[in-house]
């Protein structure tokens, strides 16, 4: 007898509850294994872009490599950054200077949207985290109830009167800690990450910013 | 995103695999025991039953328990019979006065079988399993019960329990015929389950 028998002799609703339980943890398990994918080639993307960027800050010959702009999240907020920044040049509004700041939210909604969707799909694992458990705990007042109810119609406390019921609860409860604790994990490990990528979205776009900003006040003075 | 749910179905298969290998020797399995009769089925009367015996066996009862092995023809015949009739009432359980002799008011025997059978839970009814016990005790002129034991086990703890159950709960019966001239009645009642 192993996992499976015990599984197949479980009540209806222990059945229930572990096949939810399975369905949650293959879920957790693909989010976390794509999540960490999009990270990986995001930060492969990102460093090729910086070195490059480090190299040639000019925004002349950035333009020139528009290609590397459209792969990483560095890229599309410069990119963003430089349309508004071309626009505000090309204008004939005195007050070019004091409009920059334009600069600065158009790079800020790229990284918002370049956030968005790194979080989505990010709520389901949260939800998973917080509903196994509780669905493995209802399989275990269910399994005591079981028991009990048994108890009472047979008129006995003996031991393989109460055993079913309280294997079906003890196991519920393995199964929803079982897909709890990593969900849990993967869930906190993605978050650090997309907050230390978003943290440094907004070293970059300071920084940018202010190269934007000098270049603009350069062009109104000559 | 769907090769992520497929490779993470993979990990899960695995898994599963291996925790399913592991875990065979692990888990016993939890005896399946199926009764799916209940009947009371009675021992057979022993050829001297009608006539008094003698004095010495009052003060020798376990005398009394033993069966002629020409009755074990009889009974096996009475348990067949008992297989053919649902439920209740089979009423010649094997019942000694305390003097010995034979005890003929059926119809306290069927008020006595009842009150018991209404106790009883059995915990097999209705599972294919044939399990046999013997329960001892005793009547007073007024119909209290007293002196209960198991006199034959079945071997099963749970079924033990609920026939000593059924006739520690039935507590009181109604008082013994005036005409029964003795101070109390012996009953050896036997709880037979089973197809």
């Known amino acids: 007898m192993n996992i499976f028998q015990v599984f197949l002799e479980s009540g209806f609703v222990a059945q229930i ?15 976390f294994f794509k999540k960490l994918h999009d990270l990986k080639s995001i930060r492969r993307m990102n460093q090729n872009f910086f ?25 599309k907020i410069l990119k963003s950054g430089l349309e508004e920044f071309k626009t505000l040049k090309t204008s004939s509004n005195p007050k070019k200077v ?26 389901v694992l949260g939800t998973i985290v917080a509903t196994a458990p509780f669905l493995g705990l209802l399989g275990t007042v269910w ?18 009167v109460v055993a079913p019921g309280i294997s079906d609860a003890l196991i519920t409860t393995v199964y929803g800690l079982l897909v709890a604790i990593p969900a849990l994990v993967f869930n906190n490990s993605l978050r650090s990450r997309i907050i230390k990528l978003d943290s440094e979205l907004d070293k970059f776009i300071s920084e940018a910013f202010a190269n934007l900003k000098k270049k603009l006040v350069e062009s109104e003075e000559k | 995103m769907n090769r992520y749910y ?28 199926e009764v799916y009769k209940v009947s009371f089925a009675p021992l057979p009367q022993p050829k001297v039953a009608s006539k008094p015996l003698p004095l010495e066996e009052k003060t020798k009862p376990q005398k009394e328990k033993k069966r002629p092995p020409e009755n074990k023809k009889k009974e096996i015949k009475q348990e067949t019979t008992s297989k053919t009739t649902k439920g209740l009432p089979d ?72 026939t000593i159950r059924a006739v520690s709960l039935t507590k009181k019966l109604p008082p013994l015929p005036e005409e029964f001239s003795e101070d109390y009645l012996k009953v050896h009642l036997e709880f037979l389950t089973g197809k």
């Open chain 1, 51 to 75: 070195t490059s960027y480090q190299i040639i800050k000019n925004s002349e010959e950035i333009e020139k490599q528009l290609y590397l702009l459209d792969k990483s999240s560095y890229g």
């Open chain 1, 17 to 31: 509850i572990m096949i939810i339980l399975v369905f949650s943890s293959i879920s957790s398990w693909a989010i």
């Open chain 2, 91 to 162: 009423i010649t359980p094997r019942i000694y006065t305390g003097s010995g002799r034979g005890f003929t008011y059926s119809y306290y025997l069927n008020i006595l079988l009842n009150k018991i059978a209404g106790n009883w839970n059995n915990p097999y009814r209705e599972k294919d399993v044939i399990l046999k016990s013997i329960v001892y005790f005793e009547v007073d002129k007024d119909g209290v019960i007293s002196n209960i034991r198991l006199e034959y086990d079945s071997g099963d703890n749970l079924y033990n329990e609920s």
């Open chain 1, 98 to 123: 004091e409009l920059a700041d334009n600069i600065k939210l158009a790079m800020e909604r790229t990284k918002i949207s370049e956030i968005e969707n790194l979080e989505n799909s990010l709520p």
């Open chain 1, 143 to 160: 399994g005591i109830m079981e028991a009990f109810l048994e108890i009472r119609a047979r008129g006995s406390a003996h031991i393989t």
């Open chain 2, 6 to 33: 497929l490779f993470s179905l993979l990990l899960h298969s695995t898994i599963f695999s291996i925790v399913g290998i592991s875990t065979r020797s692990s888990f016993k399995k939890i005896p399946q025991i």
